[in-house]
T-cell receptor, first 113, second 115 residues
């Protein structure tokens, strides 16, 4: 158990709808990352938080995507006006400065119909 | 530019035989290297890392990896494969000086262990 939880585990939505995912790391995890992963591929970086500050955002990230980490604890990832191409596994990872590795949550699988 | 290459999309090994999953990397500075495993419909699970010190590092489930600076490689190995080792394996690298601890990921290698 990595201590990182994600909710929901699965989400099916219709094209054009908005969706929001949540990630809960343990309190010691001051670093938090969001990734997207499609079948058979490696994780694709989306964005990074250090505590509550969003320090890095992928240039590939559409403006339909937004992420927050209020108070430096849990984080949310929102996708507005979903498209079929958004269908993927969305992974959250976290860590602190004691560790160099990232600890992953189980992921949220999004299917856009 | 930093990159990670996993040259094999799939590796097939008979149960009980040794296995190797290959990884080479390119970073501008000193590398921190990682291996993760992913089972179907699951998140990524940390296996092992090389930060400094002994070039041979041992990790979970009997896996080990050897850091080779001259060949810029970090191959994952196990002396005797189990059917339960069948999964997707990812190599990742970080530049030691990257303050965001950003990982660069390989495309993954599917490991199939046959009984």
């Amino acid at each position: 158990d990595t201590g990182v939880s994600q909710d929901p585990r699965h989400k099916i939505t219709k094209r054009g709808q908005n969706v929001t995912f949540r990630c809960d790391p343990i309190s010691e995890h001051n670093r938090l990352y969001w990734y997207r992963q499609t079948l058979g591929q490696g994780p694709e970086f989306l964005t990074y938080f250090q505590n509550e500050a969003q320090l890095e955002k992928s240039r590939l990230l559409s403006d339909r995507f937004s992420a927050e980490r209020p108070k430096g604890s849990f984080s949310t990832l929102e996708i507005q006006r979903t498209e079929q191409g958004d269908s993927a596994m969305y992974l959250c990872a976290a860590g602190d400065y004691s560790y160099n590795e990232q600890f992953f949550g189980p992921g949220t699988r999004l299917t856009v119909l | 530019a930093q990159s990670v290459a996993q040259p094999e999309d799939q590796v097939n090994v008979a149960e009980g035989n040794p296995l190797t999953v290959k990884c080479t990397y390119s970073v501008s500075g000193n590398p921190y290297l990682f291996w993760y495993v992913q089972y179907p419909n699951r998140g990524l699970q940390f296996l092992l890392k090389y930060i400094t010190g002994d070039n041979l590092v041992k990790g979970s489930y009997g896996f080990e990896a050897e850091f080779n600076k001259s060949q810029t490689s970090f191959h994952l190995k196990k002396p005797s494969a189990l059917v339960s080792d069948s999964a997707l394996y990812f190599c990742a690298v970080r530049d030691k000086m990257d303050s965001n601890y950003q990982l660069i990921w390989g495309a993954g290698t599917k490991l199939i262990i046959k009984p």
